[in-house]
């Protein structure tokens, strides 16, 4: 009753407070969904609670109307490419090849994550709002973990929920590799606060990447640390170097048992690991749907295609179905090519904007601005990678990613103009002091 009674009153008290600031809203949405309560074992009556503070939060949006920063230039288009994905596919759910019902209910859960998306760029409007939403990203991340490693075990949440599954409503492993680049950048240069808490959750977040046992992490995190090696400066690759070798002895040694590398060390044999085979086989089924149906077969309507293109063996014993287990093959087939080009320019667009980003930090003094950026950039680079191998399509924090890095490209140019101004006012002081009387 007590966990009831705490989580209830959470949801209740940012649904109110958002009518105060819908930035409280935003964060509120954020942690409905990372906290999921409905994981939890307790009475609460089935509350919604992301329902209800969603609810509150498009509410207060009517309410006070807010603007987001001043456009750059058309770095909006990432955001409207989502919703031109939405607008095809709705088209192609009409057509749908198997059930048309089944991809609108798909498409609307995909409806409401870009509807909250387009909102963080009219709440996110300074430096301080993001350290707000970072700060939501950063707890939310650290209960998630906690919940499924600890929880699972404690009868705080189903037992079921502990492996591969998660406690999350999108998959344990897509969500938190998104996060990861992030808490590892704000543990070497954030504010102090940022640090305690990331080095709070990173054991964490990787002990709950590492209790799916799904090998789609594994290479995640390693394509991770590879980012985090050749793409960012020199410079920042030094100074998380103590940091990060810690953390991987940390993984190495005390997170994953030996069961865990055995299961990992399957990946060097994919023709004979029978998971990692089928796969294959599906890629090949995938390629012959999308050139039979090059418009696309309607959203979520890949698996009650399967059939006619794997044979009986390869398919789900239980629904006779088969998944696509890959986020580019799903896309491709279940929208079309329009679609799929909709859906890659958002990501891809949102993955050049943070790198213009980066490339245009000074080094010798990084903003907060460009910290989040460099997280972002390489957490979306790790959800790409993790959704070669799984359906990773609907992880929120992806198109939250979207959006943010619109914003944070405003930000920044908002920021280097306010810093180009200081320079110029400082060079007008010594030129005038340099004058004689």
């Not at 699972?152 to 502990?162: D, E, I, K, Q």
């Amino acid at each position: 009753m007590l966990k009831a009674v705490l989580y209830i009153g959470l949801t209740v008290l940012a649904s109110i407070l958002t009518f105060i600031n819908p930035l409280i809203g935003a964060i509120g949405c954020i942690e409905a969904y990372l906290f999921n309560p409905t994981a939890i074992a307790m009475n609460d009556g089935g509350f919604r609670y992301q329902l209800c503070i969603n609810i509150a939060f498009l509410l207060s949006l009517v309410v006070h109307r807010p603007r987001g920063a001043e456009r750059v230039g058309r770095e909006g288009m990432v955001l409207k490419s989502l919703w031109a994905f939405l607008a095809i596919a709705a088209v192609g759910a009409v057509f749908a090849s198997v059930d048309s019902g089944l991809a609108f209910e798909n498409l609307y859960e995909v409806f409401k994550t870009v509807v909250f998306s387009t909102a963080l760029l009219w709440v996110v409007r300074s430096e301080r709002d993001l350290a707000w939403v970072i700060a939501a990203f950063v707890i939310g991340s650290f209960h998630a973990s906690v919940l499924h490693v600890f929880g699972t075990r404690w009868g705080y949440a189903p037992a079921s929920l502990g492996r591969e599954l998660g406690v999350l409503s999108d998959p344990q492993t897509g969500v938190l590799v998104a996060f990861v680049p992030l808490l590892i950048l704000l543990a070497i240069f954030g504010t102090r606060k940022e640090r305690l808490m990331s080095w709070l959750a990173i054991p964490f977040v990787l002990d709950s990447i590492v209790v799916t046992y799904q090998r789609a992490g594994f290479v995640a995190l390693a394509a991770e640390a590879g980012f985090l090696v050749f793409l960012l400066p020199r410079r920042i690759t030094l100074r998380l170097l103590p940091g990060g070798v810690a953390i991987l002895c940390l993984f190495l040694f005390r997170l994953t048992p030996e069961n865990y590398w055995n299961w990992m060390n399957t990946i060097e044999v994919p023709e004979q690991e029978a998971s990692a085979g089928t796969r294959l086989i599906i890629y090949k089924a995938a390629t012959r749907m999308f050139l039979d149906h090059p418009l696309g077969v309607g959203y979520r309507n890949f698996p009650g295609m399967s059939p006619r293109y794997l044979a009986a063996r390869y398919l789900d014993p239980k629904y006779g179905t088969r998944a696509a287990h890959n986020d580019y093959f799903a896309i491709l087939c279940e929208t079309g090519i329009f679609g799929f080009a909709a859906w890659m320019f958002a990501f891809l667009g949102a993955a050049w904007l943070l790198r213009r980003i980066r490339k245009k930090a000074d080094i010798r003094n990084l903003t907060r601005i460009e910290v989040y950026a460099m997280g972002l950039e390489l957490g979306l680079y790790g959800w790409m990678v993790a959704g070669s191998f799984h359906d990773m399509q609907e992880v929120d924090p992806a198109y939250w990613f979207v959006a943010l890095a619109v914003v944070l490209t405003r930000l920044h140019a908002e920021q280097s103009r306010e810093n180009e101004s200081v320079e110029g006012d400082d060079q007008i002081s010594e030129t005038a002091l340099a004058q004689p009387d």
